[in-house]
């Protein structure tokens, strides 16, 4: 069983940093990709950023240059360091990740407000 639970999250003012966390219950390894997404009121979830077991990272095109996905085996956590926040960032965040049986798993969420 795999767990994922978020923490981080919560009020900031626009322009701000903020950053995320999400600790596994298991190592890190047995995840091909780890992945940041974000769910605002009355929107589909979307891909906000990844990271694969190669440390290769794809991010969405809105959150290009202001957000960074890192991943610390040693902590079996993935980081989402999020810089010059704008409203629209204000979402709930979940963490996702993939093994390498293609099973999913999610985290259960952390909200993010991002205030003008």
């Known amino acids: 069983q795999v767990h994922l639970v978020e923490s981080g999250g919560g009020l900031v003012q626009a322009g701000g940093s903020l950053r995320l966390s999400c600790a596994a219950s298991?190592?890190?390894?047995?995840?091909?990709?780890m992945d940041w997404y974000r769910q605002a009121p009355g929107k589909q979830r979307e891909l906000v950023a990844e990271i694969t077991s190669g440390d290769s990272t794809n991010y969405a095109d809105s959150v290009k240059g202001r957000f960074t996905i890192s991943r610390d085996n040693a902590k079996n956590t993935v980081y989402l360091q999020m810089n010059s926040l704008k409203p629209e960032d204000t979402a709930v965040y979940y963490c996702h990740a993939t093994d390498w049986g293609s099973n999913h798993y999610w985290g259960q969420g952390t909200q993010l407000t991002v205030s003008s």
């Open positions: 298991r190592s890190l390894f047995l995840f091909k990709a």
